[in-house]
């Protein structure tokens, strides 16, 4: 259940099948394995060893990739962060973690550099910038190419080692640190490659960042596989049909907001999309209009995955994409999911609760909080706090995140129920909703949006089309906003968060 090795044994059998793309390069399993050997010889010689910490700073790059992979290999532990973080940010997650090397670029080193005299564990010389380094920082590119492509002493890696440290994106507040084995990531492999139908001959694109935990569902089966891996520098709704087109693409991942960018494109064809096998969505809710518009451009293609990086997921499968409109699926082989109400009991199907799961894909806690990982995961069941309900065949359907909860004059207002009337009208592309404070009732709702392009409407005209079509007075809308985008977090989820703040509290009209 160790990963060190699984590059190796594609080196060996399949040596010649196409491993990794990113932009002109494209490498075989040999070549590839060849660069992942030199990177696990270079942290070997700067003196990190197994189980330490290796942090990335880093957008989507081949030399990102690869230090996932040289990690595994020396059993190292990596540590992926967004390239957005600044200042506190980097520091107190770098300290959290206890990083001793980190792997960055030059245009990242004014951060690195302005908290650096606070990271203790830290020295200069391993912050490796992988576009040319100098005194005191290391040069990734000349000390890897420098290091053998042989493979580097055995690190006796055992199934549960860590192998990463995922930090959650900060939607809810403090990111916490979500570890990882190699027996979980394992997991991700075998089911999750079955899940979506791959092969060796699959091929698989992905636009996002790869610091996001949602990538691995489609990274890990497709290298446990011997397939293609197709790694684009970020999403761009045309170069990813152009991709998909050009290679042949079987297998994407992506988050709502690049399905609704992928469809609204101008340069949007179902025919040059033909060769896709699976679309994947998962990250946010997509909203059921969105769905039914894959369904009929693209039909048999459609999953979706809803689940935690703590661990525990549900799939809708393509061949149940229309027959459980609206649901998010059911858990996968030898994984459960239950809805419980506030004392803790099972509710039965129908009824509206917290979601809790398990299964093979649980992390093994969070890193250095015992209390917190104690708080969620109990017994083996990873609590969620998000709302939903199982059907009569135990398909989930995800009411809405507990923490997005409206509470107006005491009644509750699940922002997903005003979200989907919202995104059925024809000149909104995306809406958000969630509450503002309110004098009298504590909360109402309030609906940002964003156009699609060339729609035109008036803020009060949403408005009064929202408001027509709720299914009570309480869920009507304080205001519609109109923005041209939301705040993201390198995932690409809406950061509702921060659209709580007065500077949209403040735009809102009262009505």
């Not at 309900?389 to 699940?414: C, N, P, Q, T």
């Not at 919202?422 to 909703?433: K, R």
Request: proline content about 7%; hydrophobic content about 45%.
């Amino acid at each position: 259940m160790e990963l060190s090795h699984l590059l190796e044994h594609h080196s060996r059998y399949r040596p010649h099948a196409t491993a990794v793309v990113f932009d002109e390069q494209r490498l075989d399993y040999r070549a590839f394995n060849a660069r992942v050997n030199r990177v696990a010889h270079l942290l070997g010689r700067l003196g990190v060893k197994k189980s330490e910490r290796v942090a990335t700073l880093l957008p989507n790059t081949l030399e990102l990739l690869e230090t996932y992979w040289a990690c595994a290999r020396i059993g190292a532990v990596v540590v992926p962060l967004s390239p957005l973080l600044t200042g506190v940010g980097l520091s107190s997650l770098i300290n959290d973690a206890g990083a001793i090397c980190l792997v960055t670029r030059r245009s990242l080193l004014p951060v690195v550099e302005s908290v650096l005299a606070e990271l203790p564990t830290l020295p200069a010389a391993r912050v490796l910038l992988i576009d040319g380094g100098q005194p005191p920082w290391g040069d990734y590119a000349a000390l890897a190419a420098a290091a053998p492509e042989t493979e580097p002493p055995a690190a006796a890696v055992a199934a549960d080692d860590l192998l990463n440290i995922m930090y959650t994106s900060g939607t809810t507040g403090l990111p916490k640190g979500i570890m990882h084995s190699h027996r979980v990531r394992s997991m991700y492999a075998l089911l999750l490659g079955a899940a979506w139908r791959m092969t060796p001959e699959s091929v698989v694109l992905h636009t996002g960042a790869i610091v996001f935990n949602g990538a691995f569902v489609t990274l890990m089966p497709a290298f446990h596989l011997g397939a293609t891996y197709i790694l684009h520098r970020q999403f761009d709704a045309t170069a990813m049909i152009d991709t998909i087109a050009g290679e042949k693409v079987t297998h994407i991942m992506v988050v709502p907001a690049q399905i609704i960018a992928l469809l609204d494109s101008p340069c949007f064809d179902a025919r040059k999309l033909a060769s896709l096998q699976m679309i994947l969505s998962l990250g946010a809710p997509l909203a059921q209009s969105r769905k039914d518009q894959i369904n009929q451009l693209l039909p048999g293609r459609f999953h979706e995955l809803y689940g935690l990086t703590e661990g525990f997921i549900t799939i809708l499968d393509k061949t149940d994409a229309l027959r459980k409109a609206g649901s998010v699926g059911c858990p996968p082989p030898f994984s459960a999911v239950r809805i419980v109400g506030e004392d803790g009991r099972d509710l039965p199907p129908g009824q509206i609760g917290e979601i809790v799961g398990r299964g093979p894909l649980v992390m093994q806690g969070y890193w250095r909080k015992p209390e917190l990982t104690a708080e969620t995961l109990r017994e083996g069941w990873i609590h969620s706090g998000d709302i939903g309900y199982l059907d009569d065949e135990g398909y989930l359907y995800l009411v809405d995140r507990k923490k997005d909860m409206i509470d107006s004059g005491g009644v509750k207002i699940y922002p997903r129920d005003i979200e989907e009337i919202a995104a059925g009208h024809p000149a909104i592309a995306e809406v958000a909703v969630f509450g503002i404070p309110h004098e009298t009732w504590g909360e109402t709702p309030l609906a940002a949006v964003v156009l699609k392009i060339g729609a035109e409407a008036t803020a009060d005209e949403l408005r009064d089309w929202i408001n027509e079509r709720v299914a009570a007075r309480y869920q009507r809308v304080q205001a519609v906003v109109i923005t041209p985008a939301f705040p993201r977090n390198a995932a690409g989820k809406t950061l509702k968060r921060e659209m709580r703040d007065p500077y949209w509290a403040g735009r809102a009209k009262p009505i």
